[in-house]
């Protein structure tokens, strides 16, 4: 490939997470970024990728510009030292290497969650920052095109995006389900752990709005709430928060809280109401479920339903891979054509050059209608001359046999072979 296209990048694979929220950078971060990387550095085609699991510069360039790039994406984050996060970055300087790792990563096959179809939109983000920035050239544009088209087909063809692959994914998938014939649905979650810290973030995905936290240490539920946009309420309302819920998520282990038959039984309760119970050991009584118009949805009910969709997507692994470098391959194929246009613009202006020459010669003994005539018929045969050069040479890139080529024929033309 003659574009030299490279990635720097740092994930969840390499990386702790403070670390990844060290150099994690919202959308105001991500457009700075571009401008820094367009005033500090001779990079062309650049994309900045930052989610909660990676953050990624996409760039073109004759040199490696990893050093300049973490410096540049510290200094958007307010530190100066780059030692504790340098290690965890790492550089694909290789340019085939680079195209499929973009690839791999809109698609999902280097998601935490395999096949998670949030990260699609994330890379539409990035390029239309990049877009709009001016940053992106028919390199580029062609790529994430190329990129979004196999993307429809793993969509179209495939099983990898099917189902909630995490328990939270799940968790979210199911509410969805259990409320889709509701208006606004009011959904409670409990507990601010890992698990119903990520449920919270995965609602921010999904239609639902309505969303209330409640935990023990109110200002955890309060931080949570304003990051994902829920409201947050105190521990001493919690009860009543139940009642009025048409969901209740619980990930408090049920040593530390339980929801029983009686505690419940003695409200006035807005039925259908699901309890969804994410704990170990239970914090929602399975006999709830004997009341009228409530159900209860345990953690292994969430697992089986994660487990089933997982497996699925990574039995479609290998189709997605598939499909991926046959994109690639197309990708590739038009980078080759590409790169030998100039080649066949020389070719074809040192031609008109000839032909103009020759003209010059001729045409003062002319009439009107004989110059008319002969521009015809010697822009044809130009034309002509080309066609077949023209075809060898595609053929020849597709072989990666162009080199040899171009070679003859800016010998045969003396055509400028550095500009070619």
Not at 55 to 79: H, Q
Not at 215 to 227: P, S, V
Not at 345 to 362: D, V
Request: glycine share 4%; with cysteine.
């Amino acid at each position: 490939m003659q574009h030299a296209f490279k990635v720097l990048t740092l994930s969840y694979k390499d990386a702790p997470i403070a670390v990844r929220e060290a150099v994690a950078l919202n959308e105001i971060a991500c457009k700075n970024l571009l401008d820094k990387i367009r005033e500090f550095t001779d990079a062309r085609d650049v994309l900045v990728l930052s989610t909660c699991n990676r953050t990624e510069v996409y760039y073109a360039s004759g040199a490696d510009l990893s050093r300049e790039l973490i410096k540049l994406i510290a200094l958007e984050k307010g530190f100066i030292a780059t030692r504790h996060v340098s290690p965890y970055f790492r550089s694909i300087t290789q340019p085939e290497a680079a195209v499929q790792h973009l690839f791999y990563v809109a698609l999902g096959l280097e998601s935490q969650v395999v096949g998670d179809m949030q990260i699609l939109n994330q890379v539409k983000k990035a390029y239309q920052w990049t877009a709009d920035a001016g940053m992106a050239g028919p390199f580029l544009h062609r790529l994430l095109h190329t990129v979004f088209a196999a993307n429809k087909q793993v969509v179209n063809e495939t099983a990898f995006r099917d189902g909630a692959a995490s328990v939270s994914y799940a968790t979210v998938e199911l509410v969805e389900e259990l409320t889709r014939r509701m208006e606004n649905p009011r959904v409670l979650m409990i507990g601010v752990g890992e698990i119903g810290a990520d449920v919270c973030d995965n609602f921010q995905k999904s239609k639902l709005q309505n969303i209330t936290i409640a935990n023990r240490t109110y200002h955890k539920a309060l931080e949570l709430a304003q990051r994902t946009g829920a409201s947050a309420v105190y521990w001493e309302n919690v009860w009543e928060e139940i009642a009025q819920a048409d969901v209740v998520i619980s990930s408090v282990p049920g040593d530390c809280f339980f929801i029983s038959r009686e505690a419940i039984a003695a409200y006035t309760l807005h039925t259908p109401k699901n309890f969804i119970d994410l704990s170990m050991p239970r914090s929602v009584d399975a006999s709830l479920e004997t009341l009228e118009g409530v159900t209860v949805h345990n953690i292994d009910d969430i697992r089986s339903r994660a487990t089933e969709a997982l497996e699925l997507r990574l039995a479609a692994i290998p189709e997605v891979k598939a499909i991926a470098a046959e994109a690639a391959a197309g990708f590739h194929a038009w980078t080759k054509e590409m790169a030998m246009s100039p080649a066949l613009q020389q070719f074809k202006n040192r031609l008109e050059e000839i032909r103009q020459q020759e003209m010059a010669r001729y045409l003062k003994n002319m009439s009107a209608a004989e110059t008319e005539a002969v521009e015809a018929i010697t822009k044809n045969i130009m034309n002509k001359i080309i066609k077949l050069p023209a075809l060898e040479l595609k053929g020849a890139c597709l072989r990666g046999e162009s080199e040899a080529l171009l070679e003859g024929l800016s010998t045969l033309f003396q055509l400028d072979r550095q500009e070619a």
